[in-house]
């Protein structure tokens, strides 16, 4: 009797199999085939993977498409992402009547391909590697043979190979939209497209209706306002225009990058990498830059900040529509009042109540404001605004009284120093103040009164004054762009007369400071600045429109006869020698390539992807900051610009920097952005040591790290003993190998055999190989006589570059002390 059950279990597995056939090898779905509960489709070369999911805790399940080979698991197509269903196991994607379907527990159609073919038996669904999922009449097809296209349909990613773009004969644009929030791929508010009235560039919109950004037409090359792109090594974009549509599609120039565009969320675009070493996506641009740029983020009554975190907060006197979607990072719904106006509870109360302001100052204000030509003063604004019940806010400045009915949207809270805040007086209920009234005798209330009148016209006469000095002094040091023009009392006072040193260099000394908002800075006192306060601030204004996340961000400056001074964000990590020189906290080894990665980047932006080309000229750990997220931010990256071009004098205000300088530099030749290649690959020997270059060994002997460390390479050697000791040998070999070879390239004697800093990016992130590099005659290490080297090839030989240079004897051996022509100052 069990035998004969045995033997019926396992009929009834082999016939289970035989009819629902897993889906988890195979690349199409068929007529006769489905796919329900944890089946899942993957595409040949398994790239990607289709299937049922749900975001949570969640019940609701949809049909999407994600990476398969990466841990953090990213999706890039949903199907029905406004129609979830409740029951995987009891739903299916399947083939009927020659489309691609999806029915729920009720067998109720969810969702279709919607194609007019009612031929169901010789139609196949095919996942391709590219992220596209297809029908066609062949089941081994190609995005050629599509009947229909997942790529047609994209909804918040653009993948390589995709298109975002415009149906000529309907004048209808292809959306990339945004999921309603991080738990929700429901459509959201932000939405990409290419621009209907055929100006070939893309626009960002909200809810489809408003524009806030837009990229600028293409030129052939990149968009307009878009420069970013003129040196990007990555992607390549391309321009169709036919009859029936217009398009914009892109491809990577290596196979081995994952690379996505997302319309996020937050309402930018953002550019995604996935970086393999941090098991991360790595932002690697986005658009519009400030969060408080994207049109109503913070919906009705919610104020956007950028000084701040979380973005978005209600007014005083309303709280958020829905907690849960604010806890979501979806603000959209805005908020609502606390306590319904006075007007709207009874027009006459017995007791007297009525609405009341409350003064909100430093403010970008709402739109829609509505011009009241009536009310010359402000207590006739005020009236206007207090006698309509719809009125939510009133302004009064030299332009007149705006008042706005309903709700306020793209509120903006700017910092206390910003010299474009203005005050808006908010309509909140009578009970939301509650200050006590009390009653004592006509006379108290006559004296009171007077005195409480004295009062008010001196307050209204003191603001009139500060006002006044306020708009002299902001006519007087206003700047282009958003920097601030600080005086340098404020500076003194928020600097506690300069009494807290963070450090110094060869361009100044560095203070922390406090502002009145109590955000912390970093203020840095110049020297040598010898130019005229219009030339100054032209250049301050200059610098302090380049931006990125590399980049340490510039707030503003001050320019009082013949004082100059920047004003930089406060960065909380310190400076990079003092987590790799000092008793400070150890960097592991991720964090430690992320950080090379990090200033490789921002170098980049400066040299290749800026107007004008800026030389940092003075690289070093000093001047790589660390943010709390321990991102790397290069500093004083503008003082070469702002002191100009007479290296010379340069020099003479640098002799701390000894042991970065590039050989041609002290020679007295031009400089290039090659000198700050050779800066970096000294710094990257220091990031694998930990510790300066020409310090003495653990094991005791003087051996300059760079020749010790390219010579362990050249020869095999065992290339943990290179890395910091506190680390106890905790990194990845192959990556300290990548950085020692990068940085034996950079420091070439001859510049033209350096790489680029693009170019350093490139192979940092695994998109090109790195060969093994002559060693340089500057660093005394002995290499075989006429060695041929090849310095850099595309790993999948489609975006190849390839330097070869054939090197001289140099040494018979690796001298113990380094080069005077490399470390010193003259």
Known sequence: MKKKSWLSCFLIICFSLHTYPSLSALTT???NQSLSGDQTLVSKDGNFELGFFNKGN????????WYKKISLKTYVWVANRDDPVSDKSASKLAISDGNLVLLDQSKNLVWSTNLSSNSSNSVFAVLLDTGNIILSNRPNASASDALWQSFDFPSDTWLPGGKIKLDKITKKPQYLTSWKNSEDPATGLFSLELDPNGTNSYLILWNKTQQYWTSGSWNGQIFSLVPEMRSNYIYNFNFENNANESYFTYSLYSNSIISRFVMDVSGQIKQLTWLESTQQWNLFWSQPRGQCQVYAFCGAFGSCNEISKPSCNCLNGYEPKSQSDWDLGDYSKGCVKTNKFQCEVSPNPSNGAKDRFLTKSNLALPEQAQPVVEAGLSEQCESTCLSNCSCTAYAYNSSGCFIWRGELLNLQQLSQDDSNGQTLFLKLAASEFHDSKSNKGTTIGIVGGAVGGIVILLVLVL????????????ARTSVEGSLIAFAYRDLQNATKNFSEKLGGGGFGSVFKGILPDSSVIAVKKLESISQGEKQFRTEVSTIGTVQHVNLVRLRGFC??????LLVYDYMPNGSLDSHLFQNSKVLDWKVRFQIALGIARGLTYLHEKCRDCIIHCDVKPENILIDSEFCPKVADFGLAKLVGRDFSRVLTTMRGTRGYLAPEWISGVAITAKADVYSYGMMLFELVSG???SDP????QIRFFPTWAANTVHQGGNVISLLDSRLDGNADVEEIIRIIKIAAWCVQDDETHRPSMGQVVQILEGVLDVALPPIPRSLQAFIDDHEEIVFFTD???THNSQVKTSVSTASS???SIISSTSTTSP
């Not at 603001?463 to 902001?474: E, F, P, T, W």
């Open 29 to 31: 779905i068929s007529s």
């Open 58 to 65: 969640s019940s609701k399940y949809y049909i999407g498409m």
């Open 463 to 474: 603001i009139l004054v500060i006002r006044r000095r306020k708009r002299l002094s902001g």
């Open 559 to 564: 320019s009082e006869g013949d004082k100059r």
């Open 691 to 693: 510790r300066r270059n």
């Open 697 to 700: 060994s653990g094991d005791g």
């Open 795 to 797: 790993s999948n030989s």
């Open 813 to 815: 051996q690796a001298k």
